[in-house]
């Protein structure tokens, strides 16, 4: 059904390929930035909701 309309779209092959590029930038970004990143800041930001002595959430069921 989408064939037709997407046949008389010019230049309709350079939007999976710009989608494929941004894609992967963006996962060579978020690689990079956690090997450069700081272990111990990372262990400390990971544990920030098991520290929380307050519920956020009065309604939740989990007291």
């Given at each position: 059904?989408?064939?037709?309309?997407?046949?008389?779209?010019?230049?309709?092959?350079?939007?999976?390929?710009?989608?494929?590029?941004?894609?992967?930038?963006?996962?060579?970004?978020?690689?990079?930035?956690?090997?450069?990143t700081d272990k111990a800041?990372?262990?400390?930001?990971?544990?920030?909701?098991?520290?929380?002595?307050?519920?956020?959430?009065?309604?939740?069921?989990?007291?």
């Amino acid at each position: 059904m989408f064939k037709n309309y997407f046949k008389g779209i010019e230049g309709i092959a350079t939007y999976p390929m710009f989608s494929l590029l941004v894609f992967f930038i963006f996962f060579i970004a978020v690689f990079v930035w956690a090997i450069r990143t700081d272990k111990a800041s990372l262990e400390h930001v990971s544990r920030i909701p098991l520290e929380s002595d307050e519920n956020p959430n009065p309604n939740s069921k989990l007291s």
